[in-house]
């Protein structure tokens, strides 16, 4: 499965970004996408997940200014981003989940970076 990942760039504090992430290959039973993110220095944490179902899970610091989507017949996520804070700014990554058997997979990265 490869993921690539777009929509990153240079935003000021408040404004908005749309990231993308299309996933081809073997696609079979992927059924959870998603993004996380890593700051220099720190872990890498989650932003938020998706099924094929579209249940959808945040992390609460990015509840109610991001919004995570799904096409299933384009194998694509999305990530609207809105009011972006500097402390936002950081690597985001695609994420997939292939289950029944569990195989995780990862995207590039695309960076985000917000000024103040």
């Known amino acids: 499965v490869q993921l690539q990942a777009s929509g990153g760039g240079l935003v000021q504090a408040g404004e908005s970004l749309r990231l993308s992430c299309a996933a081809s290959?073997?696609?079979?039973?992927?059924?959870?996408m998603g993004w996380y993110r890593q700051a220099p220095g720190k872990q890498r944490e989650l932003v938020a997940t998706?099924?094929?179902?579209?249940?959808?899970n945040y992390a609460d610091f990015v509840k109610d200014r991001f919004t995570i989507s799904r096409d299933n017949t384009k194998n694509t996520v999305y990530l609207q981003m809105n009011s972006l804070k500097p402390e936002d700014t950081s690597v985001y990554y695609c994420?997939?989940?292939?289950?029944?058997?569990?195989?995780?997979?990862w995207g590039r990265g695309t960076l985000v970076t917000v000024s103040s």
């Open positions: 994420y997939a989940r292939r289950t029944v058997v569990i195989v995780d997979y």
């Open positions: 290959g073997n696609i079979f039973n992927i059924n959870v």
């Open positions: 998706i099924t094929r179902g579209g249940n959808a």
